[in-house]
């Protein structure tokens, strides 16, 4: 497994960490809807970046998809579930608009899975 296969299978587990953290922090926080959906958002991902590690490490033709598909995942999740949990926790944004571009980046990664599962692979 290549050093940016290994990054991304770490930071799929730093996601399912930082989620489980993110709902038990939202269950003793009053109003923390905004806590919760970061929670959804890091653990509905982390088996998402897991996956693309493994398939990265595969050594297929698609190999730059799937590690462009989980940056596009990693730093989409940062800014969305980030700026969610920095305004549910400290009630300040991370910066403005970075939810939402958060988010596009989260589509934009899960349509380059998309564009992966095309890629045929040659053996």
């Known amino acids: ?28 926080v009053s109003g923390a809807d905004s806590l919760k959906t970061a929670a959804q958002l890091l653990l ?6 897991l996956a693309l590690a493994a398939l990265s490490a595969t050594g297929t033709t698609h190999r730059p998809v799937t590690r462009l598909a ?25 910066f403005p608009m970075a939810a939402p571009i958060g988010g596009v980046l989260l589509m934009g990664g899960w349509l380059l899975i998309a564009v992966a599962a095309l890629i045929p692979t040659q053996r």
Request: proline letters at 2%; hydrophobic letters at 65%; glycine letters at 16%.
């Open 1 to 28: 497994m290549k050093g940016l296969d290994r990054a991304l299978l770490a930071l799929g587990a730093l996601a399912g960490l930082l989620g489980v953290a993110a709902s038990a922090a939202a269950a003793h």
């Open 44 to 49: 509905f991902h982390a088996p998402a970046l």
């Open 70 to 94: 989980g940056a596009g995942l990693v730093l989409g999740l940062t800014l969305f579930a980030g700026d969610l949990a920095l305004r549910a926790l400290h009630g300040t944004a991370l």
